[in-house]
């Protein structure tokens, strides 16, 4: 939040920061004005703001804590860090990682892991060798069907990004006047079953869940019921069953889920007790309609996962990030 004349207030994020052994509680009217958003991207993966100007958009758009959280890699950590503390926005280290359940894909946020622990490197590595090693072929399908594109055509738009991959290939198709946006891209070219697609490597998800409970870190799923159509899956029995793995929360609050789907998520998320989390799923100007701050998680959700990673921490004697600016 702001003070007068423009300043961030930095005392409101030491307020919420670290990953106490109790965390404090706030008044009501407090609680109620802490904007908290868990899942952004940045250029490290398919965001298209550097991690430090991901950072201060966020504290431009009023929220007190944001979670970098891009796809199978820590690369923009360093610099969000730097950039946190002259914000004064409390920082959360995480990734989204690319896992497989049940033949589907499916997205699984890691917040406070040990980027270091060998089992998450080489996993990470692998995702990260399959989104690059399917290039070719997604250029090769698009060139099948009549658009002229090339490795070099993605390599300039994508920058220094850990991995090339699907966002990539749609901004050069953008670049190119092919279509007009990401959206269009996936839809003619990229999404399943359409012409361009390409299977990757994916990890399976239980594996990832445990993987990241090892490294100290607590795991959400995202989206759950946002990439498949509407389709209410996986259902209540089947989140039960990776709770039971180590499972902490469920993205709810998402553009992806019309109300009727948070509300039962969130009915699912208090029968398993799991955390309920909500935010943007920023990606810059990448993704339409995911302003940062647009869904945010409640204060307490957020205190609850930081126990959970804290606890984490502790039984897995992993070093894992701190949280604050």
Avoid: C
Avoid at 164 to 170: E, F, N, Q, S
Wanted: charged letters at 25%; hydrophobic letters at 40%; proline letters at 6%.
């Amino acid at each position: 939040m702001l003070e007068a004349g423009g300043r961030r207030n930095p005392r409101r994020n030491h307020v919420l920061g670290r990953a106490y052994a109790h965390p404090p509680v706030l008044a009501p009217q407090y609680a109620a004005a802490v904007r908290i958003d868990l899942h952004t991207h940045s250029r490290a993966s398919d965001g298209t703001q550097t991690p430090g100007d991901l950072v201060r958009a966020g504290a431009a758009a009023g929220l007190d804590v944001l979670a970098i959280t891009d796809h199978d890699t820590a690369a923009g950590w360093p610099e969000a860090e730097t950039a946190a503390p002259e914000a004064g926005v409390e920082l959360v280290r995480g990734m989204e990682i690319s896992t497989r359940h049940d033949g589907r894909a499916v997205h699984l946020l890691a917040y406070l892991p040990d980027p270091t622990y060998p089992p998450l490197v080489e996993e990470l590595t692998k995702i990260l060798d399959g989104r690059s090693s399917r290039l070719p072929a997604m250029l090769e399908r698009l060139r099948e069907v009549g658009v002229d594109i090339h490795a070099d055509d993605v390599h300039r738009v994508a920058g220094g990004t850990a991995a090339t991959g699907r966002p990539h290939v749609a901004d050069a198709l953008v670049d190119l006047g092919v279509v007009r946006d990401r959206t269009e891209a996936f839809a003619r070219y990229l999404n399943p079953g359409r012409p361009a697609h390409a299977q990757r490597y994916a990890a399976s998800l239980e594996t990832m869940i445990r993987v990241v409970g090892e490294a100290g870190g607590v795991s959400v799923i995202a989206h759950p019921w946002g990439r498949h159509g509407g389709q209410e899956r996986p259902d209540e029995s089947t989140i039960a069953a990776l709770a039971a793995t180590g499972l902490a929360g469920i993205e709810v609050d998402h553009q992806d889920h019309d109300a009727g789907a948070r509300d039962r998520l969130r009915a699912i998320a208090r029968n398993l007790g799991l955390v309920v989390t909500g935010s943007s799923d920023h990606h810059g100007t990448g993704k339409v309609d995911h302003e940062l701050g647009v869904n945010t998680t409640a204060p307490d959700e957020y205190h609850r996962l930081l126990e959970l990673a804290a606890a984490s921490s502790r039984r897995s004697g992993r070093p894992t990030p701190a949280v604050g600016s």
